[in-house]
C-alpha cells in the first residue's frame, strides 16, 4: 500500500558537446546569414557531437549527473525511459546501452518516441510506474544527436537543430510537491509535416533513399511553426487547469527551445511576463527531447527556479506531438552538480 502519490523530480543532470558551431560557421556552409537566423529563430549557436559520439553517450553523462544529485546510486533504480528521436542504431535502446553504461542493473529500460515532446512524455510515463507502486525510483532522459540526421545542405533545417542530452530522477516527494498536472497529446494527421522518411519498414535503406537524401530531417517549416503557436499556449493551460491552477500561479515558464517567435507566442497567450519565462535557445538551437530538462537544469543552476516555486515545462513536436507538466519544485537547494 502506498502512503503518497506525490511524485517529483530529486535530481537533475545535462551535457552538450564541447564543439561549438556559431551561425558564422553556418553562413560559410549554406546560403545563410547571422540576421537571418537569430531575428527568425533566436538561435546563436548551438553544440555539435563529434563523429565518433552517439546519443547514448550525451545520455550517460547527463544521467550520471542527475543520479549524483538525486544522491543515489545507479543499481537504486528501477526504471530508465529514454526519450529520442535519434537512437544510436534502431535496436537496442538508447535506454538499454545506457542501462548497462550505468551499471544499473536492476532497471528496466525502453526508449520512447515522441519526438521533442518526449522528456515531458518520459516524466509522465515515468511517474506513472511510481504511482502505481510498481516502481520507487525512475530515470527519465532526453537525448539527441540531431546533428547525425540533419541535411547540412538544407538552409532550412540545418541552422535550427543542436546536440545535447537532459536527465531527471524521479521519486516519491513529500505531499503538495512534483507533478501537479498534465497534459499529453498527438496530432498524427500531421506527422508529415516533419519526418525523417527512411530507414524504416516503409522504405528500407537503398541506394535510392540515400541518393534522394530521404535519411534527413525533412520540415515543412510554417505548419511545424502554425502547429506550435497552437499547441504550446493551450497545452501549458491544460495541465494548469489540470492542477487546478492558473497562469498567474506560475513562477517559472519552461517551454521547448525551438524557436524564440514560437517561446514568446506562448508566453502572450499565457499572459506570462517574458521575465518568468526560460530562454536559452540562444546557446543551444532545437536539442529536441533535450531542450526541457537542459532549460530546467539551468534555470535551477541560476536560481529562476526554487524550492516551493510552481513551474510549467512544454513541449512540441515530431509526430505531431505535444506535452506539458506542472510541477511544484520541491528541491532545498540549488546545488546541482
Ligand atoms: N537562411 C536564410 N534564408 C532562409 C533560411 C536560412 N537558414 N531558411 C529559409 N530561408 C528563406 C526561405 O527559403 C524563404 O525564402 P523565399 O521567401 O525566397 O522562399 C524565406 O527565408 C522565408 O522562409 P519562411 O519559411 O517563411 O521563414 P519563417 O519566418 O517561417 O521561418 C522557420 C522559418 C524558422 C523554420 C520557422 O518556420 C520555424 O521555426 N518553424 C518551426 C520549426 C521547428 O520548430 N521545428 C522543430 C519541431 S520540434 C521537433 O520535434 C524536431
Redesign the pocket.
Known sequence: MRENKAVGIIGLGCYVPEKVLTNFD?EKM????ND??VE??GIKQRHIAGDDVATSDLAVKAAEQALADAGISADELDLIIVGT?TPDMYFPSVACIIQNKLKATKAAAFDLSA???GFVYGLVTGSQFIISGLYKKVLVVGAET?SKILDWTD???????GDGAGAAVLSVVDDGYGILGVELGAEGAGGHY?SLPAGGSRLPASELTVANRSHF?H?N??E??KF?IKVMGEAALKALENASLKPEDVDCFIP?Q??I??IQSAAKRLKMPMEKVMINVDKYG?T?SASIPIALKEAVMNGKVKKDDTIVLVG????LTWASCVIKWCKEDNTIV
Open positions: 553556418l549554406v546560403d545563410t546569414s537571418w537566423i527568425r529563430t528521436a519526438g521533442c515532446s540531431l538552409r532550412n533545417t540545418c541552422v535550427l537543430f516533419l530531417v520540415m517549416g510554417n511545424v511553426f506550435a521547448h525551438a524557436n517567435r514560437i532545437n529536441s512540441f513536436g515530431a509526430g
